[in-house]
């Protein structure tokens, strides 16, 4: 998978790049399929405020792509937010969709012992 970075009034310093693969690699476990994630982190504000930087992240992953978006004092706190969003949300698509596909083994196995049955 592909990590875009882009920053817009942020200096992408090496410690802030070992953060973003870190937190964002780490959702790999739930997507593993994910083609590219696009991480933008931007200063909203030129003066100090607690909703000074925004961390944005777009997963292209099969389906519908997945989009969160979070300000904090910092961006590394911000990425931080953002990406236990995006795991978060990618937890839940991942265990909805393995309960959706045991409910539908359990549905078509017990159609195929009534007509073995027959």
């Not at 070992?18 to 991480?39: C, D, F, Q, S, T």
């Not at 792509?65 to 004092?73: C, G, I, P, S, Y």
């Not at 911000?78 to 995006?86: G, W």
Request: charged share 35%; glycine share 4%.
């Amino acid at each position: 998978m592909d990590i875009l970075i882009r920053a817009d009034g942020v200096e992408l310093t090496n410690k802030l790049r070992e953060a973003v693969n870190l937190k964002i690699g780490r959702v790999r476990r739930y997507a593993p399929r994910a083609l590219r994630a696009r991480v933008h982190l931007h200063k909203v504000r030129a003066n100090a405020s607690p909703y000074q930087f925004r961390a944005r992240v777009h997963y292209e992953i099969p389906g519908n792509d997945l989009v969160a978006e979070h300000t904090a004092h910092d961006p590394v706190t911000a990425l931080d937010l953002v990406a236990e969003k995006i795991e978060r949300r990618l937890r839940k698509r991942k265990t909805s969709r393995l309960a959706r596909r045991v409910r539908d083994h359990r549905a078509n196995s017990g159609r195929w012992d009534a007509l073995a049955c027959a």
